[in-house]
């Protein structure tokens, strides 16, 4: 067990050289190279040589959640330009939002959004009131109107605006269930051929539903990492996934999460002692020290400078080996993010 209050906001900090920073996808999903990380190794591999890596009787658990258009433009009924980005969609006439605009849009504000429909600004809402509650007026569903009139929200390392090709590489091939405004990115590097390649080998996959926020991209801005806190984020985990994760136990194989975002939801739902199947919130923060529960093994993208992803996966290999694995990375020229 470490004492993670020892650790500081510095030493979750890097500086990846900006032309390593992935602007377009790989051509081809599988196509991305590999850094497998062990004790005391690095091995430099292909994506495509993940099934390698796997044994029959392990499991994988992917995030089958769907990215929505969630970027919005608009003008405040007073003329102002305002740009909306969907937190969450609550019901089909409410939503959470980040809203830019030159001046804040005080309650009773209307929002007209791409000339198609008008939001309502009913208040701040969310743990620091870092969002603004929205109100549909008039006729319509908002999930509907907002997929018919949003734009992708690609993530802010990203300098284009969405493509037609992001329309479907920002999507993992098994997106199902609709409600992220993020995608769960370690999961963009498989394509049907390698899940199928991995069921025949003996490889079991399941599922769960964890909605991305727009906040797993907020640095954490607090120097000592025990006051940051975290955003809230829904998932539901099936109980056909806590008995394949039972089988696997059973039979002594490893539980492999699929992104940060599979990882955060097992390990939530498992707080209480034992995996629980169901739908909830949580707000985990995992830093060094943390005793994992769930998972054995983690498939992962690099990750942002002073995130909590990053604290994540340095909890998870040990920030020695995180430090050293990303040096290696700069290094070789791996494309980060």
């Known amino acids: 067990m470490t004492d993670f209050s020892a650790y500081t906001l510095s030493d979750f900090d890097f500086e990846p050289p900006p032309e390593l920073i992935a602007q377009h996808p790989a051509a081809d999903r599988t196509a991305s190279r590999l850094l497998h990380v062990k004790p005391g190794a690095l091995h430099d591999r292909r994506f495509s040589e993940l099934p390698e890596l796997v044994r029959p009787g392990d499991l994988l658990v992917f995030n089958d959640t769907k990215v929505i258009k969630a970027r919005l433009f608009g003008r405040k009924d007073s003329g102002g330009q305002v740009e909306v980005m969907v937190e969450r ?118 599922w769960l539903t964890l909605h991305v926020g727009a906040g797993t991209f907020q640095p954490v801005r607090v120097h000592n990492i025990t006051e940051h806190r975290m955003h809230s984020e829904r998932f539901d985990i099936p109980e056909a996934t806590v008995a394949a994760i039972e089988r696997t136990r059973a039979r002594q194989g490893r539980v492999i999460a699929v992104g940060t975002t599979s990882l955060r939801a097992l390990e939530s739902a498992a707080q209480g002692g034992e995996l629980r199947a169901g739908k909830a919130e949580t707000d985990i923060f995992i830093t060094p020290g943390y ?22 996966v340095s909890a998870f290999a040990g920030t020695d080996t995180i430090r050293s694995a990303y040096r290696h990375a700069v290094a070789e020229r791996y494309r980060f993010f």
């Open 291 to 312: 005793q994992f529960k769930v998972v054995d093994r983690l498939i992962t993208n690099f990750h942002l400078p002073k995130s909590t992803l990053l604290m994540l």
């Open 89 to 206: 969609i609550v019901d089909a006439r409410h939503a959470v939002a980040q809203v830019r605009a030159s001046k804040s849009p005080k309650p009773g504000t209307r929002i007209i959004v791409e000339d198609a429909f008008t939001f309502l600004v009913n208040g701040r809402t969310g743990a620091a009131s870092e969002f603004f509650a929205l109100e549909l007026e008039g006729p319509g569903d908002l999930h509907t109107l907002i997929e018919q009139n949003g734009r992708l929200p690609l993530p802010p390392y990203i300098s284009h605006a969405a493509e037609v090709e992001d329309e479907t590489r920002y999507q993992t091939v098994f997106a199902q269930h609709v409600g992220a405004v993020a995608a769960p990115t370690a999961g963009l590097h498989f394509d049907q051929a390698m899940l199928d390649h991995l069921q025949e080998s003996g490889v079991d996959l399941a």
